[in-house]
């Protein structure tokens, strides 16, 4: 009875701090199913002291709440500290604040060398610009993520320690074939993607080099709650256009193809295949492809808004991207769960109620 009161004490206390917003953020953002997880993986992150970087990315805070819920329903000793540099959503903060076994840290790791003193069993490098927009304006920034901070990151992980790397599909630019993680892209340091492109390959070698024990995720179009309002990736912008605005503009060609991935799932493969297995390169992908004019009509019928075509092409996008995630849903046992459809209805009522 004695923790029940302290408990009831501890809720109080919290609904007090956090907004009717923010809790509904919260519920919204909390996606995890641990049932989607088995014991044996659920076990493997046990006793584990975790780093994520980028933990205020889409990747990084979902990330965050998994570790959140083991600690939590499984009541598993987990030690997790998040990285994050610009902005780290307050209602987070607010959630975690608590959390003795959760702590944050404001680094920006474009602009200076790691020199942590803690080791980890695990590291997860969710750090970047996925946003085609970014990585383009902030190309030096970029180069750095991707080496300088991998290699600074490499010197913090255990001696039998596992780093996990978001790496990206964008790496088979150029290719047109159906491409598996045996692959590669054919462009030039001339592509105007190159800085995200050639940095990305040089993360991927160096851990394959010089690690002894790494998993590198090759990362395609994740959408879902967790994304931020400056979010410049194309479904995003559609979403916030359909709130913001009288008319959802787009710009470019709604035959263009694409495979989007909702976090949720995402997440479930990271973790299951992160539990099973070492030194592999998998995608993480949707394998289902959907032109962008249907995904822009599904959105007109959720916000109840008219589409205004604009011609344009973002510069140096593909028109089409093939990339098969069969190595992984074979290696793991995974069926994707959540289709396009319902992936947009939660990211557009994260994003709505993020706004208002």
């Given at each position: 009875?004695?923790?029940k ?7 109080i206390?919290?609904?007090?701090y ?15 199913d ?14 584990k002291?975790v780093?994520?970087?980028?933990v205020s990315g889409?990747?990084?805070?979902n990330l965050?709440f ?12 987990i ?5 994050y540099?610009t ?10 604040r ?5 702590k ?8 200076k060398?790691?020199n942590?003193?803690n080791?980890?069993d695990?590291?997860?490098?969710c750090?970047g610009?996925g ?5 383009i304006?902030y190309?030096n ?18 001696n039998?320690?596992?780093?996990i790397?978001?790496?990206?599909t ?12 045996n692959?590669?892209?054919?462009t030039?340091p001339?592509h ?16 394959i080099?010089s ?9 395609c179009?994740v ?11 194309i479904l995003?912008?559609?979403?916030l256009?359909?709130i913001?605005?009288n008319q ?6 709604l035959?263009?193809?694409?495979s989007?991935?909702?976090i949720?799932d995402?997440i ?17 992908n949707?394998h289902?492809?959907?032109t962008?004019?249907?995904t822009?009509?599904i ?7 008219k589409i205004?075509n604009?011609k344009?092409?973002?510069k140096g996008?593909?028109?089409?991207i ?14 994707i ?11 557009y009522?994260?994003?709505k109620?993020?706004?208002?």
């Open positions: 009875n004695l923790i009161i302290v408990l009831l004490k501890e809720l206390i919290f609904f007090n956090m907004t009717k917003k923010e809790l509904k953020l919260l519920n919204i953002l909390s996606l995890v641990l049932k989607k997880i088995n014991k044996s993986e659920i076990n493997y992150f046990k006793n002291k780093l994520i970087t980028g889409i990747i990084g805070i965050l998994f570790f959140n819920a083991l600690i939590d329903q499984k009541k598993i000793k030690n997790v500290d998040g990285i540099n902005s780290l959503f307050s209602f987070i903060k607010s959630f975690f608590k959390k003795k076994f959760i944050f840290k404001k680094i920006d790791l474009t602009k060398n790691l942590l003193k080791k980890y695990l590291i997860f490098h750090a610009y946003q085609p927009n970014k990585f304006r190309a920034s970029t180069y750095k993520l991707n080496s300088i901070t991998v290699m600074d990151l490499l010197k913090n992980l255990k039998n320690g596992k780093f790397y978001m790496s990206t964008e790496i088979y630019s150029g290719n047109k074939n159906l491409c598996n993680e692959d590669i892209g054919n030039t001339q105007p993607r190159s800085s995200y492109i050639e940095s990305k390959k040089f993360g991927e070698s160096y851990l080099n690690s002894k024990n790494f998993i590198i995720y090759r990362v179009l959408f879902g709650p967790g994304a931020k309002l400056d979010d410049e990736r995003n912008l559609l979403l256009r359909s913001k605005k959802i503009d787009i710009y470019g060609g035959n263009q193809v694409r989007n991935l909702f949720s995402a479930n493969m990271i973790i299951k295949s992160t539990a099973k297995f070492k030194n592999e390169i998998f995608n993480i949707n289902k492809m959907t962008l004019g249907k822009v009509k959105i007109s019928k959720l916000s109840d808004k205004k604009h344009g092409f973002l996008s593909p028109n089409i093939r990339i098969s995630n069969k190595k992984i849903l074979k290696a793991i046992n995974y069926k769960l959540i289709d396009l459809k319902r992936g947009l209805l939660r990211t009522d994260w994003y109620n993020l706004i208002i």
